[in-house]
């Protein structure tokens, strides 16, 4: 039922491309031999995945060279101590290696893909122990020409005198920045200027449906985060230091070798929305923000929140709000099928919200009054939700207006709304989070109560009740299918008397 759109076009179709056993479970062996140590236990997706993927890019992508540069090392205080390395997404996509110092050229007209690398010296071996040679690694991906890098400005060149062009995506890494800027013989603020939008297009409307390779990583991924926020519940007592939950839950998924998809944010102040401190004792009658999520070996992130009461039951007041959050997902949930607009999505769940808090006396009037004009972002002040794959934020590197909106949909300019990531239809393959919250922030009601801004709408005496009530988000992860959506991974305890249970038992 509800089955993910397939990987379309080409050889992929609706096959599934999980991990070639080969690439996991005997790694490859290299010309002299022995296993080369960065491919042990790399996995990835079948070489006819990522041909089947550039296949398809050819076909919509402006015509010259497109260039993707896969990421370097970055250091953390000196180059040979550097941070887990995380690939670019989309140089990942169409060139499937997880490793630095590699970059993917291709030529649309002689539809031929070059990947350029560095075969390994015997004193890089001495150090990092037998690598694949750069053949063997084009291979993994169905390459078979290959290049030095050292001659890829060359290459780029050339190009240039024969009046081509050259396309590429934007940079997001200073690094990055300054090597296209070497490549391409041209100054950093041309590069950043000089990203290509019809190839940002066509990118985005292939890595935007999700594949059923795809799908089967973010759910790999998914199972991991939902041990860790169970473990979470368990583990959230008062007197207990959030940094010690931060940590058993980090065990579960180091011991898989995995990474987190972004920093956690897991604390009782959760109405401060990028809060990544985690140094607070907790509380008897806490409410704690779990927004948790890992990425999978194959590189897929999860991205989920639950909210939770220290000590294992909700007061009434809690339990009324985390009643109304609920209730938001669940009916924006509901409305997810191709074809709606996800800034109709937030809308609706804000409606729902809104009605929920007026006979609570938070605000009085007509409630798409309320809705249209921006005053219910006093407690609801950030999007819906955003799309999820590679990237936890999916593409949003390559331009948040250019993934999330269209020509038929342009991004808010009201506070609140106007955080929205995505708010254009959706499209069957789409994977989405539905994260609505309610949040009390005293410097926001402050503010707001200062100006007197709504103040036909807003009861900033009830507001003020609450200043210190902290913040509710709950978030999942959900796959558009033709006929509706889906509803990615097990279930994680969501209902109230759900997460009670499991905490008290
Ligand atoms: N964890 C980041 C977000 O929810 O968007
Ligand atoms: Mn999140
Ligand atoms: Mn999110």
């Not at 795809?214 to 583990?235: F, N």
């Not at 209730?327 to 409606?351: F, N, S, T």
């Amino acid at each position: 039922m509800h089955a993910p759109a397939g990987v379309r076009g080409g050889e992929g179709d609706g096959r599934r491309v999980k991990w070639d056993r080969q690439f996991r479970i005997s790694g490859v062996r290299s010309a002299s031999g022995s296993t080369p140590l960065r491919f042990k236990d790399k996995p990835m997706f079948r070489s006819e995945c990522y041909v089947a993927r550039r296949q398809r890019l050819l076909a919509t992508a402006p015509k010259g060279l497109l260039l993707f540069l896969g990421q370097t090392d970055a250091p953390m205080n000196y180059p040979h101590n550097p941070y887990p390395f995380v690939q670019d997404a989309s140089f990942r996509y169409f060139f499937g290696l997880n490793e630095p110092g590699l970059a993917g050229l291709i030529d649309t007209e002689a539809g031929e893909a070059v990947l350029f690398g560095t075969d390994p010296s015997v004193d890089d071996i001495v150090w990092t122990g037998p690598q694949p040679t750069l053949a063997e690694r084009g291979e993994r991906v169905g390459i078979r020409s290959t290049a030095d890098y050292a001659t890829l400005a060359d290459r780029l060149a050339e190009a240039g005198r024969s009046g081509r062009a050259v396309h590429y995506l934007a940079p997001y890494r200073g690094e990055t920045v300054l090597e296209l800027a070497r490549l391409l013989g041209c100054s950093p603020e041309a590069v950043r200027q000089g990203s290509s939008a019809p190839l940002t297009r066509a990118v985005v409307a292939l890595r935007e449906i999700k594949g059923e390779e795809e799908i089967a990583e973010m759910e790999d991924a998914l199972a991991v985060t939902r041990e860790m926020h169970i473990a979470a519940m368990k583990s959230a007592h008062a007197g207990v230091v959030e940094y010690e939950v931060v940590g058993i839950m980090e065990g579960i998924m180091r011991r898989r070798d995995l990474q987190l998809a972004y920093p956690s944010i897991f604390s009782r102040r959760g109405e401060v929305l990028h809060n990544h401190g985690h140094d607070q004792v907790m509380q008897l009658g806490d409410l704690v923000v779990n927004d948790t999520g890992v990425t999978s070996a194959g590189g897929y992130a999860s991205d989920i929140t639950r909210t939770i009461p220290v000590g294992g039951r909700f007061s009434v007041e809690q339990r009324a709000l985390y009643d109304t959050v609920l209730a938001m997902q669940l009916a924006a949930i509901e409305a997810i099928r191709p074809g709606v607009r996800y800034l109709d999505v937030h809308k609706l769940a804000a409606r729902v919200m809104v009605e929920a808090m007026k006979p609570m006396g938070f605000f009085h009037g007509d409630t798409d009054a309320i809705v249209e004009s921006g005053a219910y972002a006093i407690a609801f002040p950030h999007g819906l939700g955003h799309q999820i794959g590679m990237d936890v934020h999916d593409m949003e590197g390559l331009g948040e207006d250019l993934v999330g909106y269209d020509d038929s949909v342009t991004r808010s300019p009201l506070f609140g709304l106007g955080y929205l990531r995505l708010g254009k239809a959706l499209k069957a393959g789409m994977v989405l989070t539905v994260e609505p919250g309610i949040y009390f922030i005293p410097t926001l009601i402050e503010a707001w109560q200062g100006e007197g801004r709504f103040a036909d709408y807003i009861d900033y005496e009830t507001f003020q009740q609450y200043r210190d009530f902290g913040g509710i988000r709950i978030e999942d992860n959900v796959l558009v299918t033709e006929d509706g959506h889906r509803v990615l991974g097990e279930p994680i305890p969501k209902t109230a008397e759900d997460i009670e249970a499991l905490m008290q038992a």
